[in-house]
């Protein structure tokens, strides 16, 4: 299947808007460029874009009243919508993300910078394209998923860790922080934020560069987040003295989700957070009817997987979307393969397979799907995901799988460790579920 991801780029000036859809060309992203404001409507509804991109504004209507519009309309409020703009006022963010924008950033931004803010957005796109599609498949199987409300966001009453050393600066942003509807925590030590991060619950994390000396703790910290599965969604907002342009795509690539000036207005920095946390509780309203698809109808016998009927209608349904829609789907198998020799030790497979599949199925991405196919075969589906990204998912997975101990049914650990192979890759054009599979199958080292 092509490697694409569509994107509608719209904006008043057209040589802007092909330049921006020629631009995001050689990163995978198939643009179509629309001039015309009046015309995005029926575009982004016609075409279901993986994301709306604003090209600054429109001659012929408010840029942000069309942001209003896609929003409002059941057909395209799932889509999330970046702006591109030269001049971004703190109330000008205010007022995009009162419209409905899921991202704001300068026109001006180096292109790595800009890249790095998609990506979060396209996995969003990701999540809502699989959410309708397992929704679908489960009421086949006769399991109707209740959705309403999933749109319903409230940022209020949010638990912020603000992390950053002792200085004015700092201590003005947290204050002004602490009148709005975010509620900061003061931590000064990375390692000890690291810690609290993980003992604690909260809906983000702002860390402050006021030192040169302190970057690299704090991308030691976003580091440390998005290195635990517990906490690797958590949205992370750094502060920095510095010109954050300065800094490149480093912030992003250990982690940050977004990155604002230190010394910028409050507004500027509550409209960041308000736009990461909105982002987070709507993965959480996805969350729910997602995992509720897994019942008795559509569930193996193992706990936490899917059953090989469902895998197979479920993965037809998403072969037959992405010929339609160009767009990203691999698979990962893992077989354990001996599974047998030590279940003679405890006389069952299941007890030990339980154990595989509690892993597996913790460490896959929600949007994603673990199921089983055979005695000691889990496959995972990646909705998304290029065959790149697939591999990586699944040596990580393997590694865990590989470095943990197994419990035989006795309770005794198990005498030797598990050994799996493991193999992945992505869909063909015309691909069907049978010889998907069968690659897969042959993939396993």
């Not at 591999?391 to 050994?419: C, H, M, Y």
Request: charged share 20%.
């Amino acid at each position: 299947m092509a490697s694409l991801t569509n994107v509608v780029v719209a904006g008043g000036n057209a040589s802007a808007a092909v330049a921006r859809v020629e631009m995001l060309s050689p990163a995978g992203y198939a643009g179509l460029a629309v001039s015309n404001g009046l015309d995005v409507q029926s575009y982004v509804s016609e075409r279901q874009p993986d994301l709306v991109l604003f090209e600054g504004t429109f001659d012929d209507v408010d840029a942000f009243e069309v942001a209003r519009s896609l929003k409002r309309t059941d057909a395209t409020l799932h889509i999330p919508i970046i702006m591109l703009n030269t001049a971004l006022s703190p109330e000008m963010l205010e007022e995009g993300m009162d419209a409905g924008l899921d991202d704001m950033l300068s026109a001006d931004a180096p292109n790595e910078i800009i890249l790095a803010r998609l990506q979060p957005l396209i996995r969003l796109s990701t999540m809502h394209a699989e959410f309708h599609r397992r929704i679908a498949s489960a009421d086949k199987f006769g399991v109707p998923i209740d959705t309403n409300g999933i749109h319903d966001i409230d940022t209020r009453n949010c638990r912020v860790l603000f992390v950053g050393p002792e200085s004015t600066r700092v201590s003005a942003l947290a204050d002004a922080l602490a009148g709005t509807e975010f509620n900061p925590t003061l931590e000064t030590d990375h390692f000890k934020a690291g810690a609290r991060v993980a003992e604690e619950t909260f809906d983000a994390a702002v860390i402050a560069i006021d030192e040169e000396e302190v970057l690299d703790r704090a991308l030691y910290l976003c580091a440390h987040i998005r290195n635990n599965p517990r906490l690797f969604n958590l949205p992370v907002l750094i502060a920095a003295r510095q010109d954050t342009e300065s800094l490149g795509a480093a912030p992003y690539a250990q982690g940050a989700s977004m990155t604002v000036p230190l010394n910028s207005d409050v507004k500027t920095l509550t409209a960041g957070l308000r736009t990461l946390v909105r982002r987070q509780r709507l993965r959480w309203n996805l969350h729910g009817p997602l995992t509720a698809t897994l019942q008795a109808r559509t569930a193996d016998t193992l706990d936490g997987l899917y059953s090989e009927d469902f895998l197979r209608a479920h993965l037809s349904h998403l072969l037959d979307f992405g010929v339609r829609r160009r767009r990203n789907l691999s698979v990962a198998l893992f077989s354990v393969q001996n599974v047998s020799g030590l279940s003679e030790q405890s006389e069952d497979v299941n007890f030990l397979m339980q154990q595989a599949a509690d892993w597996i199925s913790g460490l896959v991405r929600v949007e994603d799907m673990a199921a089983r196919l055979g005695e000691i075969e889990i496959c995972a589906l990646l909705p998304g995901a290029a065959e790149r990204e697939a591999q990586q998912a699944t040596d990580r997975i393997v590694g865990v799988l590989q470095n943990n101990e197994f419990k035989l049914s006795d309770g005794t650990l198990a005498a030797a460790p598990i050994w799996v192979q493991s193999g992945s890759v992505a869909a063909a054009q015309g691909e069907s579920v049978d010889s998907l599979l069968k690659r897969a199958r042959e993939s396993l080292s």
